[in-house]
């Protein structure tokens, strides 16, 4: 039974992602998202209270989706340096992606960012972890030296939540620097600052 319902709630929320990508989240209707499920309106008020209700948990289920790609880089064998530059790179290009792929999520991505936050709590304590994780590594293995890292990888998880709306609209690299510069600049402002002494304040 809870697999069922499992998976009448995932054709529901993917049947709304559709539609809001296609027809936009103000001109869907829950009767378009029950009607295009076939599922029927007193199924679709079952799970979801409201419009907003569904809206929010397609933008959980896209995240839970980079969430598990996230991981899959955070449990690579690599050094933690590399890691970490690797995870910034993947998850950038893979927000952009999602947000591309769901033309409304995008345009609400930029209109209406408090709404998209409300959404993405919980992939942001997960990320969080997962920065954690990354950052405990790199000073086990005498990479980094860090003197709070829970305080660092919460900034870090702030950080390139800054970067996400100018990395999709193309304003980090407006200057059309290759993708090797790029990431060479990045690295460096990130391992060793913008300091010509590294002290620890």
């Known amino acids: 039974m809870a697999v069922s319902v499992s998976k009448t709630r995932d054709v529901l929320v993917d049947v709304a992602r559709q539609l809001f990508a296609r027809m936009g989240f103000h001109n869907t209707t829950m009767n378009d998202i029950a009607q295009a499920s076939q599922k029927g309106r007193r ?5 979801f209270k409201n419009k907003d209700d569904v809206f929010d948990a397609v933008v959980e289920a896209e995240l839970d989706k980079l969430v598990d790609s996230l991981t899959e880089i955070a ?15 993947m998850r950038l290009h893979a927000v952009k992606a999602i947000v591309f792929r769901n ?4 345009a ?9 936050e409300k959404a993405r709590k919980k992939f942001d304590l997960r990320e969080t972890e997962i920065l954690r994780n990354i950052l405990n590594d790199g000073v086990n293995e005498g990479l980094f030296r860090i003197t709070d890292v829970d305080m660092t990888a919460n900034i870090l998880h702030h ?43």
């Open 43 to 47: 199924t679709l008020y079952t799970y």
């Open 159 to 201: 950080a390139l939540k800054g970067l996400e709306v100018p990395y999709i609209r193309g304003h980090i690299n407006r200057w059309g620097r290759s993708r090797t510069i790029e990431r060479q600049n990045v690295m460096n402002i990130i391992f060793n600052g913008i300091k010509v002494n590294h002290d620890v304040y």
């Open 103 to 106: 033309g409304t999520l995008r």
């Open 108 to 116: 609400s991505f930029f209109r209406d960012i408090w709404r998209v």
């Open 75 to 89: 449990a690579r064998q690599l050094p933690a340096d590399k890691k970490l530059i690797t995870y910034i790179y």
